[in-house]
């Protein structure tokens, strides 16, 4: 036949060989049983459901009139074809296309690779089963994601050179809309088994291939996990093929069955302490957001939430999937009733701990008028306060975008939770946050850490190599905290990679292509260090091309009290204590402190009030002597001068003041003044430069000395 460029070939008929018996045990019965699967799946007939090759030119025809739009396809044409040929015209796909796109960089395939662990670990046995019968027939056999990017392949070595040439291989996505009518793409369009054969094919470079695909799916609720296809050349054709992917998709979601009966028995096992308790109602739920068990009365206190949840119906809560970061949880959920089921240090499970109904109808009414949902990607934040509604907002909206974003605020405030807030709702979510302090860390080892280097690099360098943070965050988030502090030399560099988008490790010739979102922080004044020599101006207007202000907590009203809640309620459940009753003398206490060290001494704070008191109720006595004695200093006690907060104006005279307090209430220790300002030392020797305050530390030490003769 001729196909559209005038080009000459023969049909080949069928291929004789039969399918693997021994390895795999597919029998002449199982493929029976296999292809009365596929009549049962598609209730169609034969001459719908295979290809025929006698029929390549008549479909070839079809094919010309119907680029041209002259005519009727014609009966040679099968309906599946029909419609998947009208699906990409409507998708504007290019019919003269020769090949599919380019595959993945390595370091995104293997970290598609690792999202799609267990589908791998299924499937790998059973497609090396394959090996013998693909090698026979020319053909090859591929695994795919539901987005139809190809993860592994099997097959002939010789099938596997030809499909290099049209980019058959990992880390290329073969959808429809990429690669026209294909069995791998179409075969995730209908989900049904299809075989596609020669002149089938939509684009023209793929016409000289048939293939065959079969979708895979979830075992407990049928969700497409991916594809299983088997390829070759032309002349390969056999109708057998189709009831191979059947019979291996079938292995394979039995071998997933297997994995998820394991998995389910290891979490019961874990959570057991907590079904097995007389006064929490809990319900547990596994890593796909399935409830599988609960206990007590937690149907009848769900009701009391009026929580759309049905305990003898049980239906996927998808916020509370392991891998889910995006969903928000239902309205009537909190994230303080959550915990994680967690064996051997990975976690399995999350279980849902249900308050006391008399304790839900006190606390509803309020939180859901005062409380407003974060958008989604911060859900994790949590605020009452209008102002840090307003930032999240904005976060929320430039998270869509693709440019660099740089955090300023406080040490504490929270950075690094906005970061990650912008990474899950923006275009890189898919991809990994990495994220990397750049204070406290030496030249050198900040150098191999932003950028790896090769084996042999230099003397005590890790065989084999070290992939850097910046390479390890390709196609997703990299976060750089304390950007601030990063040594002159190196800046450069980094300013390099993101104006090239190339990286070079450390001893290394030949760049490596990478693609990531940059979000920076720090709680210095950038402008102030451009000049003041210490920060490149051109680095700055690449990491500050939009920037976020997060506000020190004791500028945000009404948090103190929504976090204390919050924190108790997750370290009474972490530390397996009961959930105590804060007096309202210790919240006002903890409202009116300062923060110095913002959310995160706040969080700590509570976590040491939670194990240090004793009984069902956190009092005065509970409180950490810093804040006890959290009153202002006067001149008589200590000869530094302190400026009331109310009277600056700027924050880096905030931040000099809440360090020098910190010296005098510490006596000169800079080791105690870096933990109580929950910073690393080698900042704090920093701001010590910034602000002039060696002087302070000198006189306070001396009046230590004095006291102790």
Not at 147 to 162: P, V
Not at 169 to 191: D, F, H, K, Q, Y
Not at 404 to 421: R, S, W
Request: proline share 6%.
């Amino acid at each position: 036949m001729a196909d559209h460029h005038g080009h000459t070939s023969r049909i080949h008929p069928p291929c004789a060989t039969v399918l693997p018996i021994a390895c795999c045990q597919q029998s002449s019965r199982a493929l029976e049983f296999a292809k009365e699967e596929i009549n049962a799946m598609t209730g169609t007939s034969d001459g719908q459901r295979f290809s025929e090759p006698g029929k390549d030119a008549d479909v070839m025809a079809a094919w010309e009139r119907f680029l041209n739009g002259s005519g009727q396809a014609g009966d040679a044409l099968r309906s599946l074809v029909e419609g998947s040929w009208q699906r990409c015209r409507d998708h504007n796909v290019d019919p003269d296309k020769r090949s599919a796109p380019p595959p993945l960089t390595e370091s995104r395939l293997e970290s598609l690779r690792n999202t799609h662990d267990e589908l791998l670990r299924a499937s790998a046995p059973i497609m090396a089963c394959a090996r013998d019968f693909l090698a026979e027939t020319g053909t090859v056999m591929a695994l795919a994601d539901v987005n139809c990017t190809i993860l592994s392949m099997e097959g002939d070595t010789r099938t596997l050179g030809a499909a290099e040439n049209i980019h058959l291989l990992p880390g290329v996505a073969w959808s429809e809309r990429i690669c026209g009518t294909n069995a791998i793409g179409t075969a995730l369009a209908v989900g049904e088994p299809v075989q596609i054969h020669s002149a089938e094919h939509y684009c023209a470079g793929i016409k000289r291939w048939t293939c065959s695909a079969m979708v895979i799916r979830h075992p407990i609720d049928g969700e497409t996990l991916g594809v299983v296809d088997v390829s070759g050349l032309s002349e390969t054709y056999n109708r057998q093929s189709l009831a191979l992917v059947v019979t291996t998709a079938n292995r394979i979601e039995s071998r997933l069955t297997m994995r998820e009966t394991e998995l389910r028995l290891r979490l019961l096992e874990a959570a057991l302490p907590n079904l097995s308790s007389t006064t929490d109602s809990v319900v547990l739920f596994d890593r796909r957001g399935y409830p599988i068990k609960a206990n007590g009365n937690a149907q009848a206190v769900l009701a009391s939430l009026d929580a759309d949840l049905d305990l003898s119906r049980p239906r996927r809560i998808p916020a509370l999937a392991l891998d889910n970061s995006l969903t928000q949880l239902p309205p009537w959920m909190r994230a303080e009733w959550l915990a994680p089921v967690s064996e051997r240090g990975e976690r399995i499970g999350t279980l849902l701990i249900l308050p006391l109904p008399a304790l839900v109808h006190r606390r509803s009414k309020p939180d859901r008028e005062e409380i407003e949902r974060p958008p989604g990607g911060f859900e994790h934040i949590i605020t009452v306060d209008p102002g840090l509604k307003t930032v999240l907002r904005k976060a929320r909206q430039l998270a869509s975008s693709r440019v660099p974003v740089l955090l300023l605020g406080e040490t504490g405030v929270g950075k690094e939770e906005f970061a990650q807030g912008i990474h899950r709702a923006s275009p890189f979510s898919a991809g990994p946050f990495v994220p990397l302090n750049c204070g406290g860390l030496s030249r050198e080892l900040l150098a191999s850490e932003l950028f790896g280097y090769v084996d042999g690099a230099f003397t005590g360098a890790r065989r084999g190599g070290l992939i850097g943070k910046i390479e390890a965050a390709n196609g997703g988030t990299l976060f750089l905290d304390e950007i601030g502090e990063m040594p002159m030399d190196l800046q450069p560099h980094l300013l390099r990679v993101l104006e090239h988008g190339e990286i070079y490790r450390l001893g290394e010739n030949a760049p490596r292509k990478t693609d990531f979102r940059l979000v920076a922080a720090t709680n210095r004044d950038l402008r102030q260090e451009v000049a003041a020599g210490r920060f490149r101006m051109d680095l700055y207007y690449r990491v500050a091309v939009t920037s976020i202000r997060i506000p020190a907590l004791r500028d945000r009203q009404g948090d103190v009290e929504q976090l204390v809640q919050h924190f108790l309620a997750h370290f009474a459940e972490r530390h397996r204590k009961p959930l105590p009753v804060i007096d309202h003398a210790v919240l006002e206490r903890l409202t009116a402190y300062t923060w110095p060290g913002n959310v995160r001494e706040l969080r700590n704070v509570v976590e040491s009030m939670l194990l240090v008191c004793e009984g069902p109720r956190l009092s005065l006595d509970c409180l950490p002597a810093e804040l006890e004695a959290d009153t202002p200093t006067t001149p008589d006690t200590h000869p530094a001068s302190v400026t009331p907060l109310h009277a600056v104006q700027r924050i880096s005279e905030v931040e000099a003041e809440l360090i020098r307090r910190t010296i005098a209430a510490t006596g000169g220790n800079l080791t105690l003044t870096a933990s109580k300002l929950a910073i690393a030392k080698s900042t704090l020797y920093q701001k010590l430069r910034d602000y002039d305050l060696h002087d302070e530390v000198s006189a306070q030490r001396s009046l230590k000395l004095s006291g102790q003769r």
